[in-house]
């Protein structure tokens, strides 16, 4: 009985601890196979929420990666609306002479193309802006427009030192009028987009693009080809491709505005990457009085004058008796009969070296400082040497 007793109370004992065991291996084995994994991926998903919303706390300007869209292009760019919407308003321009025979009188032979701007709609007429060498020389002058129609074109007028002029033409078939912008605030770098016909028209609205090189360059213009410059163009660079046939042409911003009218004049020597434009800013009052007047009034005083540069320096001291002192001026070749030089009393090879103060060191400084801060009717004060001695004189400006 004791035996039996002892035995089966260590059989108790054992089956006592041996099954809540046994069950407790099983439950760990579930949740290892069962609830294990599933917290293990809650938390690498836990950790990459969390990695993603720090890094665009971080960078905001970043998406997250499970919200990233394939990649789309849209052809329609801004640059492609712009030159969409500008392209009516640049025309070509022909320029047309009397021939030497008899056939070709009656019409006219075709001496050159160029390109032109609409700037302005007025009723049924229209104005368009080209550059002066363009229509030199033309006795009929013919705009073509983007959709090759031809417009038989007045000349309201012209300027040589701006290389501007204004042409006058039927309305009815214009689609589209360039926008004015402004050049006073372009910045070099910034996109500059060139329309025009470089080589003629039969490559009409052809489209160039570049970047501002340059403002306010300063070129000097030499009008009659005798190899001295006669003017100074404040000018546009920019390195979008203008050729021949571009002169006249749009040089617009980003946003379509006109900037510049495209000169190939200025840039007489081909240069590739580097092409000129007339600021818009500059221009515009000369448009305004050529459309206005049918010309552009400067005061003048009435000489016709050379730079001192262009003497041997010998010429300066045995010549003209210049004191050593003088290293820059103008010398007067003729006086106008009853010019204003004339009633001040100048004569020939009278040496000007100053204008109300300011220092003439040749003849491009006497034209800028008479053409752009003078008025017809002020009275300037010239500096000037005769035969060696220093005079003054005060005239009063006429207008040329």
């Known amino acids: 009985m004791g035996y039996y007793d002892q035995s089966y109370k260590k059989k108790k004992r054992k089956s006592t601890w041996f099954i809540p065991l046994l ?21 690498e998903d836990g950790r990459d929420t969390n990695q993603a919303t720090s890094t665009e706390e971080n960078n905001p300007d970043l998406e997250p990666s499970p919200n990233v869209q394939p990649l789309q292009v849209d052809v329609s760019t801004q640059l492609t609306d712009v030159v969409s919407e500008v392209t009516p308003a640049v025309v070509g321009i022909t320029n047309f002479q009397q021939g030497n025979d008899f056939w070709s009188q009656e019409d006219g032979v075709e001496a050159g193309t160029g390109s032109g701007v609409i700037y302005k709609l007025e009723g049924d007429t229209a104005y368009v802006v080209t550059n002066h060498h363009v229509i030199e020389g033309a006795d009929t002058v013919e705009v073509v427009m983007h ?25 009815l078939e214009v689609d589209a009028v360039i926008e004015m912008g402004t050049s006073s605030t372009i910045k070099v770098g910034e996109p500059a987009i060139a329309i025009g ?15 501002i090189s340059g403002k306010e360059r300063t070129i000097p213009m030499d009008f009659d ?23 006249g042409g749009a040089l617009i911003n980003i946003n379509g505005q ?24 500059s221009a515009l009052p000369v448009i305004e009085e050529l459309e206005t007047t049918g010309e552009v009034t400067r005061p003048y005083l009435g000489v016709e004058i050379y730079s001192l540069e262009e003497l041997p320096q010998y010429e300066w001291r045995n010549s003209l008796n ?34 109300d103060g300011e220092p003439i060191h040749n003849m491009i400084d006497l034209r800028k400082i008479l053409y752009q801060e003078k008025e017809i009717g002020d009275e300037v004060e ?19």
């Open 197 to 211: 016909n470089p080589l003629g028209l039969y490559l009409s609205s052809t489209v160039t693009q570049g970047v």
């Open 322 to 355: 210049l004191p050593r002192e003088v290293t820059g001026g103008v010398y007067v070749w003729t006086v106008e009969r009853l010019s204003p030089a004339d009633k001040a009393g100048l004569q020939e090879l009278d040496v000007i070296v100053e204008m």
């Open 225 to 247: 080809m005798d190899g001295r410059a006669d003017w100074q163009a404040e000018v546009i660079q920019t390195d979008a491709a203008i050729n021949p046939g571009n002169s």
């Open 23 to 43: 069950t407790g291996i099983v439950l760990g084995g579930i949740v290892i196979l069962v609830i294990v994994p599933d917290l293990f991926l809650n938390h």
């Open 382 to 400: 010239l500096t000037f040497y005769r035969d060696g001695r220093q005079m003054n004189a005060t005239i009063t400006l006429g207008s040329q």
């Open 147 to 171: 959709d090759e129609t031809h417009i038989e074109a007045e000349i309201i007028g012209s300027d040589i030192f701006t290389d501007l002029a204004v042409l006058r033409m039927d309305g």
């Open 258 to 281: 006109l900037i510049g009218i495209n000169s190939m004049k200025i840039n007489e020597d081909a240069v590739e990457g580097i092409g000129f434009a007339i600021p818009i800013d």
